[in-house]
């Protein structure tokens, strides 16, 4: 019986949706907690790939209960093309979903403002306008590279106390009051940026088309996650995104609008922290980042698209080609601290496969001086300069090894660092896309 939280140690991307598929075969119940359809998992199973926006990743498994904690911010039509799509896929889906009533729904006008913000955003940096955040340092983007998927939009209104959620849909006259509200100023913004606004009554049929759909699936997820956990089952709470793009801890304003960290994981689905015992980081054996904000060990050469290239960097949501660069220890250092990481879990480590050299960092140069440790302030972010280390390579294929005696000693070597470095256990390594290439290190490596 345990609770176990899963999150990305980076900046998203890091492959969780292979783990928690690996993790959910023994669980009972998976639960999302944060964010929406801006996240993206994909699983290969049986040479077939699956990809998940909003349901959690344990959904292939046929005993498995999965949920959306109030965390989450659902956009009604994603999910029920979600739902359609396991169907038509021969996925037996029914009866496995539970949803919070407390969680917000991702309106049209959440997504057309999303939208309308990038492209403003984009078009006062081709025209020179300051348009940048205050605070932000010029040599910043004053687009944040969103999903445009609405999810910055739907947190706002939340947060502002004029959302819609699940279990208004069930009450016409609130459903009515609350668009009313966000529209009366929703529209002006909209309008502000060029974009027509929205009828009170058409979004209004577009939601209320939905109830049906959702009602079924109602369920109180704290007490859902207690319950599971009095009968000795397990529960795997599935992060989205990464710590790096956390709302608080994360490299603001270059974030997610919601808290993938683990603490997260408790606000998110109604549990008290003291009810998690694990926590495990996903990190790949190099680093991504996708849009904009600091990314210290960026590679802007050659050896940068080779990791592109070699690992599909390629977002599953938006299709974006995503930024490359070496591991770097601070970034993951400071995970463990955010998060209390219990264990790491690595991946992709096949890709670094055929490098001469693989390269790590383990400190910056802020202003001629070394530092170990994450600045505290964000903004001196940007003026760090990686250190980066290099380590012999390897040529060896790693996808099929399932035991570290099967890696060449190089990479072994490179894996212990990590391990010593970050100063938490690996448990995990990820050798390649299958959902069976995995080594499972027990307690560590050392
Ligand atoms: P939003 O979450 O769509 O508002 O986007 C905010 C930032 O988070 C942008 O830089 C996105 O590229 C990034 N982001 C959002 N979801 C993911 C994800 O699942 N993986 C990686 N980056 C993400």
């Not at 598929?21 to 077939?48: K, P, S």
């Amino acid at each position: 019986m345990t609770v176990t939280v899963l999150i990305g140690a980076q900046w998203g991307d890091e492959g969780k949706g292979k783990l928690v598929d690996m993790l959910a075969e023994r669980a009972d119940l998976v639960v999302r907690y944060q964010g929406g359809n801006n996240a993206g998992h994909t699983i290969v199973r049986e040479g077939e790939t699956f990809a998940f926006h909003l349901i959690p990743s344990g959904v292939l498994h046929a005993g498995t209960i999965c949920a959306l904690g109030n965390g989450v911010v659902i956009d009604p039509q994603v999910l029920r093309r979600e739902v359609d799509g396991l169907h038509e896929r021969g996925i037996d889906f029914e009866g496995r979903l539970r949803i919070s009533p407390q969680a917000h729904l991702i309106m049209p006008y959440h997504v057309a403002l999303d939208e309308a913000r990038e492209i403003a955003a984009i078009a006062s940096e081709r025209t020179g306008h300051a348009g940048a955040p205050a605070g932000v340092q010029s040599k910043d983007s004053a687009a944040i590279g969103t999903t445009r998927r609405g999810i910055g939009p739907c947190y706002a209104d939340k947060t502002a106390r004029r959302g819609v959620r699940v279990e208004d849909i069930f009450n016409e006259e609130l459903l009515r009051d609350r668009i009313t509200a966000a529209l009366s100023e929703t529209n002006v913004l909209l309008e502000h940026y060029g974009h027509e606004g929205f009828s009170v009554g058409a979004v209004l049929d577009q939601v209320r088309a939905h109830a049906d759909f959702f009602r079924p699936f109602i369920a109180d997820i704290g007490v859902l996650i207690e319950r599971v956990r009095e009968r000795g089952g397990e529960v795997l709470l599935e992060g989205a995104q990464g710590t790096l793009l956390d709302i608080d801890h994360g490299t603001y304003p270059y974030v997610t609008s919601s808290s993938p960290v683990a603490g997260g994981a408790a606000t998110g689905t109604g549990i008290g922290p003291t009810r998690i015992e694990r926590v495990i980081g996903v990190a790949k054996v190099y680093a991504t980042r996708v849009g904009a904000g600091p990314f210290p060990t960026e590679l802007f050469d050659s050896v940068g698209d080779q990791l592109v290239e070699r690992g599909g960097e390629f977002g599953t949501t938006t299709g974006r080609r995503r930024r490359c660069g070496w591991i770097d220890f601070m970034a993951l250092r400071r995970a463990a601290q955010v998060n209390g990481l219990t264990e790491l879990a690595v991946t992709k480590l096949d890709v670094l496969s055929g490098f001469e050299q693989v390269g790590f960092c383990d400190s910056y140069e802020l202003d001629g001086e070394a530092i170990t440790e994450w600045p505290p302030l964000t903004g001196d972010l940007q003026r760090c300069v990686p250190v980066v280390e290099m380590l012999p390579g390897w040529l060896k294929d790693v996808a099929s090894a399932r035991s570290l005696d099967e890696l060449p000693e190089e990479a072994r070597s490179f894996l212990r660092l990590i391990e010593e470095r970050v100063g938490v256990p690996v448990t995990f390594v990820g050798t390649g896309q299958d959902r069976t290439a995995v080594i499972d290190l027990g307690a560590g490596i050392a």
